[in-house]
């Protein structure tokens, strides 16, 4: 594996999943079974409100290649084919989705030692153009991330990152929404053995003049149990417990409660992944 930058999505990757990754407010439940062949199946299902949502999805293995099909309850197909590794370090994605004619893409990533490069192309008469690009090491990287829709000529995104990690801190700045936001972040490792780090991001809005401040920590009970909490500036505090009861099969419950309108009642999620 090529140890560099990465790409432009890992910049600030550690805090925001530290942040956010796991945190649910319904009910959702995924099972995976395997085949004979190798075909692994993953049926989901999400509760929202009084709605429930579900999918399918299929993903077949052959040496470097990789097709995953996913059809949901609106009756759309999802289809993903990657070829991992046709050139060192390159990767292809080619993505499409039925009956949306226009949601065809063709997807180029390629990790460097000091460079990371992704670059999409939509396959329609007019299509949008992505490109993000990072230069530097694993330590210290800067990148952006373009869009362009050829049917206006305008730019859709205009973004810009840094990145600086150590053994034990990792630290972003990102200029997001053509430089009306400024996010930065940082993630701290406190403990290793337990797993302990806390993290946290600031984000200022140009345009509103509004600052929102999230901070949260994780820490292993135990190796198959992990306790994480946050809060923000907005007075929202939300903690989860996830425990691996078996190899890959996680249970995770989370509670979110508004600390300014405590009458109100707080929120409740569950999340239950099987794999055998």
């Not at 995953?68 to 994605?93: H, R, W």
């Not at 034990?168 to 993630?187: E, F, Q, R, V």
Request: hydrophobic share 35%; glycine share 8%.
């Amino acid at each position: 594996m090529v140890k560099g930058p990465g790409l432009y999505s890992d910049i600030g990757k550690k805090a925001r999943d530290l942040l956010y990754r796991d945190y649910v407010t319904d009910h959702k439940f995924t099972v995976t079974t395997y085949t004979s062949n190798g075909v692994a199946i993953t049926s989901s299902g999400v509760k929202k409100g009084e709605f429930l949502l579900a999918d399918v999805n299929t993903q077949l293995k052959n040496k470097n290649f990789t097709t995953d099909v996913k059809v949901d309850t609106n009756s759309n197909v999802y289809t993903t084919i990657t070829v991992d590794e046709p050139a060192p370090g390159l990767k292809t994605i080619f993505s499409f989705v039925v009956p949306d004619q226009k949601s065809g893409k063709v997807e180029l990533q390629y990790l460097h030692e000091y460079a990371g490069i992704s670059t999409s192309i939509g396959l329609a008469a007019s299509p949008l153009v992505n490109f993000s690009g990072v230069a530097g090491n694993n330590k210290i990287a800067l990148g952006t991330d373009l869009s362009f829709d050829t049917s206006s000529g305008n730019f859709t995104k205009c973004n810009a990152g840094l990145n600086f990690t150590t053994s034990d801190l990792i630290a972003s700045l990102a200029l997001n929404d053509k430089g009306d936001t400024l996010t930065a972040s940082y993630y701290h490792t406190v403990n290793p053995l337990t797993n302990t780090a806390v993290g946290a991001e600031l984000t200022h809005s140009f345009s509103s003049n509004e600052n929102t401040m999230t901070i949260g920590t994780h820490h292993s009970l135990d190796p198959l149990t992990t306790v994480k909490a946050r809060v923000n500036s907005y007075g929202k505090a939300s903690a989860l417990i996830q425990h691996e009861w078996r190899p890959k099969s996680l249970f995770t419950i989370s509670g979110e409660v508004d600390t300014r309108a405590i009458e109100k009642s707080a929120k409740v999620g569950l999340a239950v992944a099987l794999k055998p």
